[in-house]
């Protein structure tokens, strides 16, 4: 009798994959897991305090109008500031990569300079020149003006890798433009916009000087009055608490919308550029539209930088303070870069290679820090410090945690994004001819979401640059950055000394910035 051999067993089909089958890789479950630790600290924080107040205690601290008004100012300007910013992000997106459009090259760089102004150096230039501007629709225009980038930015990404010919069939049978965009687009870009959304609605928690600037009360200007005016810390942790449970419902709610969907795919599609859509008679307004979303996100801000500047530079600067703070503020916006976006990628890898309830919980949890506002984070790592550890105590290293647990949603978008749409069977295929895991995370996974990387790193650089709160509580002694001191000027209306570190904000900004818009446009060409 003959018996037929058994055809050989793959090395590693079983193991991996989509579907998240096999053993789990042992050191990058150790990594996510104290990465997720580590940004659950702040959360951790705000549990203990609420059970150390008691029951009673703190439903009386909870249960009242001032949490309904500050519950009511927060969730509507977290709201309206997401609708806008996905209207207002995908539509400049779609008209700067799919339309013909004039000046597209310089809209698309100009669309992505907002992120370079801090959202409170927004709104200080605005209170400059219209003194008078505060309250609910004043804080909407500028946080809106702020953030759109967020949205604008992955969704011109998406739109410049989708393949054109699912359009082009669209429109052969004789659909509209707009129905083109409704049917066939709009759906293929909903990843990017809901992964905008998200990033929006967590700034927005946890937004702070803006808020404080333009006089309009949320849980962070409440909870940042409550510890420095009265440094009521039962009632400021009740306010921490259910603006943690703000978050929650946020991050829930763009699991869901964003379902199960997978947007994966081998290759580029069509190795050509989509033929751009004539608006004919709506070419002309589309461009005055996208050129006055500019002026009034850029060139209004600079306009009064400018004025100030010249005011500040008449009454004499300090040189070497200038340049010191700016040396410390480029060092300490690196370091965290690095740590950052380093810790997201293990796990993000979990979250899309190897999905599951497990690795999902993991991933929405490193999403949490970053809805807390900074003076809660910065408490956090205070009290933990002084009580365990006071050697580190107001130390560089305590201040990179806070980055990394205030930015990590930052890099975690970024690199889970280039992660979804890099195929798994790339490293089953390297594994098959005998590469090690080291090897194929080194020659295959990293060149693959290098794109995601950088952008990541980009957007941590952008937002230790401008971070405030907690830099305030939890820098060395004697360490300044360019946002401390632009707060301690500008909080006593000296606009003309804040001036200066304000546009060396802007200019440390810049080039990330930049680099950003030029990661995510190699990142998606085909």
């Known amino acids: 009798m003959i018996h037929a051999a058994a055809p050989p067993r793959p090395r590693t089909a079983t193991r991996r994959g989509a579907g998240g089958r096999g053993r789990l890789p042992v050191t990058t479950v150790v990594l996510a897991v104290a990465v997720t630790a580590l940004t659950a600290v702040p959360l951790v924080f705000v549990v203990v305090s609420a059970v150390d107040v008691g029951w009673a205690e703190a439903v009386r601290l909870t249960w009242r109008p001032?949490?309904?008004?500050?519950?009511?100012?927060?969730?509507?300007?977290?709201?309206?500031?997401?609708?806008?910013?996905?209207?207002?992000?995908?539509?400049?997106?779609?008209?700067?990569?799919?339309?013909?459009?004039?000046?597209?090259?310089?809209?698309?760089?100009?669309?992505?300079?907002?992120?370079?102004?801090?959202?409170?150096?927004?709104?200080?230039?605005?209170?400059?020149?219209?003194?008078?501007?505060?309250?609910y629709g004043g804080a909407l225009l500028v946080v809106t003006l702020s953030y759109f980038p967020f949205v604008y930015l992955p969704v011109a990404a998406t739109l410049r890798g989708l393949d054109p010919a699912y359009e082009e069939v669209a429109r052969s049978l004789g659909l509209s433009v707009f129905r083109v965009f409704l049917r066939t687009v709009l759906p293929q870009l909903k990843p990017a916009i809901l992964g905008g959304c998200l990033l929006v609605g967590l700034h927005l928690l946890s937004e702070f000087g803006a808020l404080q600037m333009l006089r309009f009360p949320t849980f962070t200007t409440a909870i940042y009055d409550q510890y420095q005016s009265t440094f009521n810390g039962p009632a400021a942790n009740m306010l921490a608490g259910v603006l943690v449970l703000c978050c929650l419902v946020l991050l829930v709610a763009e699991l869901r919308m964003r379902g199960r969907a997978r947007y994966a795919r081998v290759g580029a599609g069509t190795a050509r550029t989509a033929e751009p859509v004539r608006l004919r008679l709506l070419t002309w307004p589309a461009v005055v539209g996208l050129v006055a979303l500019v002026g009034l996100a850029v060139a209004v801000p600079m306009g009064s930088l400018g004025y100030w500047l010249a005011v500040g530079s008449s009454s004499g600067l300090d040189v070497d303070l200038i340049l010191v703070t700016s040396a410390t503020t480029l060092g300490l916006a690196a370091l965290g870069a690095l740590v950052t976006t380093a810790a997201a990628i293990p796990v993000a890898w979990l979250q899309v290679r190897r999905a599951g309830r497990v690795s999902t919980l993991l991933e929405r949890s490193t999403y949490i820090g970053g809805a807390l506002p900074g003076i809660v984070v910065a408490l956090a790592l205070v009290t933990i410090s002084v009580r365990l550890v006071p050697e580190i105590y107001q130390t560089t290293a305590v201040l990179l945690v806070a980055y990394l647990i205030l930015m990590m949603p930052r890099a975690m978008v970024s690199v889970r994004a280039t992660l979804a749409q890099a195929q798994p069977v790339l490293d089953d295929v390297a594994h098959s001819l005998g590469v090690s895991r080291s090897a194929t995370l080194r020659r295959v996974t990293l060149p693959l979401i290098a794109p995601g990387i950088g952008a990541g790193a980009a957007l941590v650089f952008l937002g230790v640059v401008t971070e405030l709160t907690a830099t305030l509580l939890l820098a060395p002694t004697g360490t300044q950055t360019l946002a401390s001191r632009f707060w301690l000027e500008s909080d006593s209306f000296a606009y003309g000394a804040a001036a200066p570190y304000a546009v060396l904000m802007i200019l440390l900004s810049a080039p990330a910035t930049y680099l950003l818009t030029r990661s995510m446009r190699r990142e998606s060409t085909p």
């Open 66 to 135: 001032r949490v309904g008004e500050l519950l009511w100012n927060t969730t509507r300007l977290a709201g309206g500031c997401m609708v806008l910013c996905a209207v207002i992000g995908t539509a400049a997106a779609w008209l700067v990569e799919r339309c013909a459009v004039p000046w597209r090259r310089f809209l698309s760089v100009a669309l992505a300079a907002p992120l370079a102004i801090p959202a409170f150096v927004n709104s200080y230039a605005w209170v400059s020149v219209v003194p008078s501007w505060s309250g």
